[in-house]
T-cell receptor, first 114, second 116 residues
């Protein structure tokens, strides 16, 4: 079974600075998908970024980018120019190409400090 | 375009009662997923419906059940409620199995179930 590990339960960053959230996963699959979701205090789970395992190029969405290391099974999220609105729980999630559900890490609580 | 919607926002029940939670997917999506987010336990998969059929089920007792309607909306039923069922229940939708590769799941705002 696939597992997702987020080793940083809590992190904080100063406004306008850069922060990196770590995620590692374990799978024997070759074709899969990785996601970062953000859950602010409002509870709504919002998709931040998606990466297909067959793509070597790291995904980027505005201030959010990933460092995908397939051999190391690592999928970290970098947030540049952090904003107060980035304060939230961040979940790393894994989806394989078969009929299985998303597997989530336990989350990292990020606080952006003014 | 409307996102995933869930109702009710909050639900308060007592032990032994039944709870019904509802979810409407994004237009065009045929897959609906249910997840439980309990304090300290993270997000756990409950059920997956696609084209009206149950496709997969998480490690939950049979008193957790659901269905998907012809318009692809879904209902989650929890019978014989227990205190530990108190949690945020999240629904997500995506393009279905006929679309080929699994696709991104988009989440609704959740239903907060409190069992007293």
């Amino acid at each position: 079974a696939q597992t997702v590990t987020q080793s940083q339960p809590e992190m904080s960053v100063q406004e306008a600075e850069t922060v990196t959230l770590s995620c590692t996963y374990d799978t024997s699959e070759n074709n899969y998908y990785l996601f970062w979701y953000k859950q602010p205090p409002s509870r709504q789970m919002i998709l931040v970024i998606r990466q297909e395992a067959y793509k070597q190029q790291n995904a980027t969405e505005n201030r959010f980018s990933v460092n995908f290391q397939k051999a190391a099974k690592s999928f970290s999220l970098k947030i540049s120019d952090s904003q107060l609105g980035d304060t939230a729980m961040y979940f790393c999630a894994f989806l394989d190409s078969g009929n299985t559900p998303l597997v989530f890490g336990k989350g990292t609580r990020l606080s952006v400090i003014a | 375009e409307a996102g995933v919607t869930q109702s009710p926002t909050h639900l308060i029940k007592t032990r032994g009662q039944q709870a019904t939670l509802r979810c409407s997917p994004i237009s065009g999506h045929t897959s609906v997923y249910w997840y439980q987010q309990a304090l300290g336990l993270g997000l756990q998969f409950l059920l997956w419906y696609d084209e009206g059929e149950e496709r997969n089920r998480g490690n939950f007792p049979p008193r957790f059940s659901g269905r998907q309607f012809p318009n692809y909306s879904s209902e989650l039923n929890v019978n014989a409620l227990e205190l530990e069922d108190s949690a945020l229940y999240l629904c997500a939708s995506s393009w279905g199995v006929l679309a080929g590769d699994p696709d991104t799941q988009y989440f609704g705002p959740g239903t907060r179930l409190t069992v007293l």
